[in-house]
């Protein structure tokens, strides 16, 4: 099995010393930064002039600084900027202002790995990604758990960047749910893989695709809905809680045996040849080359996508139904 670090494993000595801006307080952006404040850290955020995000930064205590600022005063910068726009940001206010022995963070590889940023061999340059949204890694940390993490040293220019990834895994709180070493490139690929081909395109798909075949079949909307969308985190929350066992325990015997000979039925070789052309296009650098293209030319297509979305029949039903849910708290 692969060495995974708990709380007991790590202390936070380097971290506390260290002054840290969070670059960006978005969806980990600000979970990152409440959390290593909590955990006795001395943070600040940094963000553009106008940003939509500088009024919450600052309504939850915060300072907030330029970017470029924020890199001449601190001694670690955390990107959190979203993925698309960290290579302008660091081409324009990052680059010029590094010093020696700095430490820059990443939550995820991609920009690293597909060679957008290149950062110069005089500073640290490690990555903890969270396997999970920015909201519950603030959320379960309140509650005194965490969302687990990978974790991957770049470039140890000091010779404390092993020690300082996993103190800042600690620091927001992965290494309650437990931290695992891995690379940027793994990290990357295996992200991609697993947003596009299971958690995000797959999962939505099989959903809609379900939904849609009972709705043509001449049952009800809203029972499909039911079915195919809604009870799905009635399941997940079995699965991450027991896997595959503890679910099928809760689950009948007669979904049980569905489960065993339909599943195969739906994910097939066919399905799973699909996985591996999806993943030759992320490894290949095919799928990185396309959605940095994209980001170029005005996100014509991302923006076509997400208005066809919003007129799908399960999302119009979905949206009825839950605005009656009133144990859905509204965010
Ligand atoms: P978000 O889009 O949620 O947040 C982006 C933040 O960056 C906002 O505060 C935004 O401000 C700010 N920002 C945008 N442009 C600039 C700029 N030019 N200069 C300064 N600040 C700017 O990003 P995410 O949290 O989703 O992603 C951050 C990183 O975390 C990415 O690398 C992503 O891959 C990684 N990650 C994300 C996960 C997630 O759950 N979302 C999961 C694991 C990793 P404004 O409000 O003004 O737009
Ligand atoms: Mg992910
Ligand atoms: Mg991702």
């Given at each position: 099995?692969a060495?995974?670090?708990?709380?007991?494993?790590?202390?936070?000595?380097?971290?506390?010393?260290?002054?840290?801006?969070?670059?960006?307080?978005?969806?980990?952006?600000?979970?990152?930064?409440?959390?290593?404040?909590?955990?006795?850290?001395?943070?600040?955020?940094?963000?553009?002039e106008?940003?939509?995000?500088?009024?919450?930064?600052?309504?939850?205590?915060?300072?907030?600084?330029?970017?470029?600022?924020?890199?001449?005063?601190?001694?670690?910068?955390?990107?959190?900027l979203?993925?698309?726009?960290?290579?302008?940001?660091?081409?324009s206010?990052?680059?010029?202002?590094?010093?020696?022995?700095?430490?820059?963070?990443?939550?995820?590889?991609?920009?690293?790995?597909?060679?957008?940023?290149?950062?110069p061999?005089?500073?640290?340059?490690?990555?903890?990604?969270?396997?999970?949204?920015?909201?519950?890694?603030?959320?379960?940390f309140?509650?005194?758990?965490?969302?687990?993490?990978?974790?991957?040293?770049?470039?140890?220019?000091?010779?404390?960047?092993?020690?300082?990834?996993?103190?800042y895994?600690?620091?927001?709180?992965?290494?309650?749910?437990?931290?695992l070493?891995?690379?940027?490139?793994?990290?990357?690929?295996?992200?991609?893989?697993?947003?596009?081909?299971?958690?995000?395109?797959?999962?939505?798909?099989?959903?809609?695709?379900?939904?849609?075949?009972?709705?043509?079949?001449?049952?009800?909307?809203?029972v499909?809905?039911?079915?195919?969308?809604?009870?799905?985190?009635?399941?997940?929350?079995?699965?991450?809680?027991?896997?595959?066992?503890?679910?099928?325990?809760?689950?009948?015997?007669?979904?049980?045996?569905?489960?065993?000979?339909?599943?195969?039925?739906?994910?097939?070789?066919?399905?799973?040849?699909?996985?591996?052309?999806?993943?030759?296009?992320?490894?290949?650098?095919?799928?990185?080359?396309?959605?940095?293209?994209?980001?170029?030319?005005?996100?014509?297509?991302?923006?076509?996508?997400?208005?066809?979305?919003?007129?799908?029949?399960?999302?119009?039903?979905?949206?009825?139904?839950?605005?009656?849910?009133?144990?859905?708290?509204?965010?």
């Open positions: 099995m060495k995974m670090y708990y709380d007991k494993d790590v202390d936070l000595n380097n971290l506390k010393n260290m002054k840290i801006a969070v670059a960006g307080y978005g969806s980990q952006g600000h979970a990152h930064a409440q959390n290593l404040r909590d955990s006795g850290c001395n943070v600040c955020i940094a963000l553009y106008g940003s939509r995000s500088a009024e919450r930064a600052k309504n939850d205590g915060f300072e907030v600084k330029g970017v470029a600022q924020a890199v001449r005063d601190c001694d670690m910068l955390v990107m959190l979203p993925d698309e726009k960290q290579k302008a940001v660091y081409d206010e990052i680059e010029k202002n590094l010093k020696k022995g700095q430490t820059l963070v990443f939550a995820h590889g991609f920009n690293i790995h597909f060679g957008q940023i290149t950062p061999e005089y500073i640290d340059v490690i990555m903890v990604a969270p396997k999970g949204p920015g909201h519950l890694v603030r959320d379960v309140k509650e005194g758990s965490g969302v687990p993490a990978v974790f991957a040293v770049y470039n140890n220019y000091t010779k404390s960047a092993d020690k300082v990834v996993l103190e895994a600690k620091g927001i709180g992965a290494t309650r749910a437990g931290i070493e891995t690379t940027f490139k793994e990290e990357t690929e295996t992200d991609l893989f697993g947003e596009q081909a299971v958690l995000c395109g797959g999962v939505n798909a099989l959903m809609k695709a379900g939904f849609e075949t009972l709705v043509a079949a001449g049952y009800q909307k809203e499909a809905y039911f079915e195919c969308l809604h009870e799905m985190k009635l399941v997940v929350d079995l699965l991450y809680s027991g896997g595959f066992e503890g679910m099928r325990y809760s689950i009948s015997d007669t979904a049980e045996y569905g489960d065993y000979v339909s599943g195969g039925r739906i994910i097939d070789e066919h399905v799973k040849q699909s996985m591996r052309d999806v993943l030759a296009d992320i490894q290949s650098g095919k799928f990185a080359k396309e959605w940095i293209a994209e980001n170029k030319n005005g996100r014509l297509n991302f923006n076509r996508y997400r208005e066809e979305a919003k007129n799908n029949e399960i999302t119009k039903v979905g949206k009825e139904l839950r605005s009656m849910m009133s144990f859905l708290n509204k965010k």
